[in-house]
């Protein structure tokens, strides 16, 4: 079955460090990899994915994440964090042959001035 | 640009009664899908539908049931709402087949069950 583990509850990084939200995952056949971001009291709203080709993903909002195979993990990260990316983030990868998307529990990120 | 509205921002309902959400979408999308979302739960899959009148259990589907009559809008309803069924109400929707495909999500709806 797919599923995928997001190890920290929450990510605190100071306005203008980088930002890494960690996402590791567990399908059977290939992977599709996916990171959404909820403001409060909104939706989510889609970020990025990656489906085949570059590891390299690069997404809205300068956000970026990097495909690992070998460590089945699928890290999003932004070079130098804003106050307004303080939100939750979602990982969540779909299996080959599997139209539901199986999500984390969500990291949040608080950036501090 | 695609749009995945829902009826109703916010919602307070009594025990024991029955509770409609809304969800439409403008995009022709033929799957669609209703999520609720906990504080450390994530997103869990209640009900999706890939077509008008055809329908699939999620994750939890207890409680809940669906109606899909027109490929645009899709009906999450709760026969008996109970307090465990506050939650904020996710609704997406994606095409079919294309399992590539991004979900998009509407707004959502808190619900409060008293």
């Known amino acids: 079955a797919q599923s995928v583990a997001q190890p920290e509850d929450q990510v605190n990084v100071a306005e203008g460090n980088p930002l890494t939200v960690k996402c590791t995952y567990s399908v059977s056949g290939n992977p599709y990899l996916f990171w959404y971001v909820q403001y409060p009291n909104r939706g989510l709203q889609f970020l990025l994915k990656y489906i085949t080709g570059d590891n390299l993903v690069k997404g809205s909002y300068g956000f970026e994440a990097e495909f690992n195979k070998s460590q089945t993990s699928f890290h999003l990260k932004k070079p130098s964090a804003l106050v307004s990316d303080s939100a939750l983030y979602f990982c969540?990868?779909?299996?080959?042959?599997?139209?539901?998307?199986?999500f984390g529990k969500g990291n949040q990120v608080v950036v501090i001035p | 640009d695609v749009k995945v509205t829902q009826s109703s921002r916010y919602l307070v309902k009594r025990t024991g009664e029955k509770v409609f959400l809304e969800c439409v979408q403008d995009?022709?999308?033929?799957?669609m899908f209703w999520y609720r979302q906990d504080p450390g739960l994530g997103l869990r899959l209640i009900y999706f539908?890939?077509?008008?009148?055809?329908?699939e259990k999620g994750d939890i589907p207890e409680g809940y049931s669906v109606s899909r009559e027109k490929k645009e809008r899709f009906s999450l309803i709760l026969e008996s709402a109970s307090t465990n069924q506050t939650s904020m109400y996710l609704c997406a929707s994606n095409k079919f087949p294309y399992l590539t495909d991004t979900q998009y999500f509407g707004p959502g709806t808190r619900l409060t069950v008293l």
């Open positions: 539908s890939y077509d008008v009148k055809m329908k």
């Open positions: 995009m022709d999308h033929e799957n």
């Open positions: 969540a990868v779909r299996e080959e042959g599997n139209n539901r998307l199986a």
